[in-house]
T-cell receptor
Framework: GENVEQHPSTLSVQEGDSAVIKCTYS??????FPWYKQELGKRPQLIID?????GEKKDQRIAVTLNKTAKHFSLHITETQPEDSAVYFC?????????????FGRGTQLTVWP | NAGVTQTPKFRILKIGQSMTLQCTQD?????MYWYRQDPGMGLKLIYY???????DKGEVPNGYNVSRSTTEDFPLRLELAAPSQTSVYFC???????????FGQGTRLTVV
């Protein structure tokens, strides 16, 4: 099955700075890569996703980049705010099975200091 | 619009007991999932379903069972609870595997 590695496990930044979280995946057939944000005590929620036919996608202060050759993708948050503090999970869709399963990274605890 | 609803929110079980975690969604999604979340370990897929009557194992299925008799409901059954099953459980649904998954609010289960 797919193996998703996520780094760093914790990240602290000053408000206004940028934050970058990186993930690698093992299955070259994977073609869908979402990012989920989970605030403390809440459920995970999708913040952005990218498909393998696109190299970059932006949504206001959030962007995701994908390098299919190197099998890695990254989440970029610019002008960070305290409300960005949360755990962020990357995931990759395993297309090796007929049903397709999401494999998640272990998460990154982002703390934004005011 | 309720989305994905899980019950209960919290539960304490004794070793060897059994229980069913309920999950229902009102978005008419064919795809439904059960994940467990352990500290520092991300989300691990337990079981999933692509429609009524069709289920398959995920990464960590041992000790669990599921059924999918309707599009709306996807209960997770724990038989003979063990301390290793102490975790937070999330149910989720999606229109497609390559699309947004909507999560329930989670069930915090402790086995003592």
């Amino acid at each position: 099955g797919e193996n998703v590695e996520q780094h760093p496990s914790t990240l602290s930044v000053q408000e206004g700075d940028s934050a970058v979280i990186k993930c690698t995946y093992s299955d070259s057939a994977s073609n869908y890569f979402p990012w989920y944000k989970q605030e403390l005590g809440k459920r995970p929620q999708l913040i952005i996703d990218i498909r393998s036919n696109v190299g970059e996608k932006k949504d206001q202060r959030i962007a995701v980049t994908l390098n299919k050759t190197a099998k890695h993708f990254s989440l970029h948050i610019t002008e960070t705010q305290p409300e960005d503090s949360a755990v962020y999970f990357c995931a990759a869709l395993d297309r090796g099975s007929t049903l397709g399963r999401l494999y998640f990274g272990r998460g990154t605890q982002l703390t934004v200091w005011p | 619009n309720a989305g994905v609803t899980q019950t209960p929110k919290f539960r304490i079980l004794k070793i060897g007991q059994s229980m069913t975690l309920q999950c229902t969604q009102d978005m008419n999604h064919n795809y439904m999932y059960w994940y467990r979340q352990d500290p520092g370990m991300g989300l691990k897929l337990i079981y999933y379903s692509v429609g009524a009557g069709i289920t398959d194992k995920g990464e960590v299925p041992n000790g669990y069972n599921v059924s999918r008799s309707t599009t709306e409901d996807f209960p997770l059954r724990l038989e003979l609870a063990a301390p290793s099953q102490t975790s937070v459980y999330f149910c989720a649904s999606s229109y497609s595997p390559a699309g947004e998954a909507f999560f329930g609010q989670g069930t915090r289960l402790t086995v003592v």
